[in-house]
C-alpha cells in the first residue's frame, strides 16, 4: 500500500468516494459533490501545505496502484506543530488493513516530512471501526465532546484522540 498526491485521474475515485452518503456524516458533507466542483478541486490540490493548511493523500494499493481511499491532514497549526487527520476507504475495500497502513505511513510523513508535533482525530461515538483504528494506532483517548455531531438520527457525542509525534 502506498500514498501518493491526487491527480487529474482520479476524479471518478473521488466522486464515487465523496458521494458515499454513508460516509457523509464523518466527513461534514450534506449533498452529492458534482464532477466539476472535484475537477476544480484537482485543478487546485497541489497547493503548499503550508499556505492551505491542509493535505490530502489517495492510499492505493500495493500491486498496481488502484486508489482504494484517502488520507486528510486538514486545520494545520504551524504555532503548535498540530494537525487533524482523517481516513476514508472506500466501503468494498474495508476490512483490508489499508486504513492501518496509511495510518502509519502518514504518522511518519507528518513527524519527519512535515515536522509535526501532534495529531489529533474526532471520532462519532458510534464509529467503532474508526475508535478501534486509532486506539491500535496508538492514539490516546483525551475526551468526550457531547452532542458535537449532528446526524440524521439527532445529536451524537465525539471522542477526541490524540497522538503525540
Known amino acids: 500500500m502506498h500514498l501518493r498526491a491526487l491527480e487529474p485521474e ?3 475515485f473521488l466522486y464515487a468516494l465523496e458521494n458515499d452518503p454513508d460516509i457523509w456524516g464523518v ?4 449533498a452529492p459533490v458534482s464532477r466539476h466542483a472535484l475537477r476544480e478541486y484537482l485543478a487546485h490540490a497541489t ?3 503550508y499556505v492551505v493548511r491542509q493535505l490530502r493523500l489517495v492510499v492505493t494499493t500495493e500491486i498496481g496502484g488502484v486508489p482504494v481511499g484517502v488520507v486528510d491532514l486538514f486545520e494545520y497549526d504551524p504555532l503548535h506543530q498540530r494537525a487533524g487527520i482523517g481516513i476514508t476507504v472506500l466501503a468494498t475495500e474495508r476490512r483490508h488493513g489499508y486504513a492501518r497502513q496509511a495510518l ?3 504518522r511518519e510523513h507528518a513527524r519527519q516530512a512535515l515536522r509535526l508535533h501532534q495529531l489529533y482525530a474526532t471520532v462519532g461515538v458510534d464509529n467503532q471501526p474508526s475508535m478501534r ?3 491500535a494506532a496508538g492514539f490516546r483517548r483525551v475526551g468526550t465532546r457531547q452532542q458535537w455531531l449532528r ?3 439527532g445529536w451524537q457525542d465525539a471522542v477526541e484522540w490524540q497522538c503525540l509525534l
Do not use: V
Not at 466527513?27 to 450534506?30: F, I, K, P, Q
Open 27 to 30: 466527513s461534514d458533507t450534506m
Open 151 to 153: 446526524t440524521p438520527g
Open 133 to 135: 483504528l486509532f486506539r
Open 104 to 106: 502509519a505511513l502518514i
Open 10 to 12: 482520479d476524479l471518478e
Open 47 to 49: 497547493a503548499d501545505f
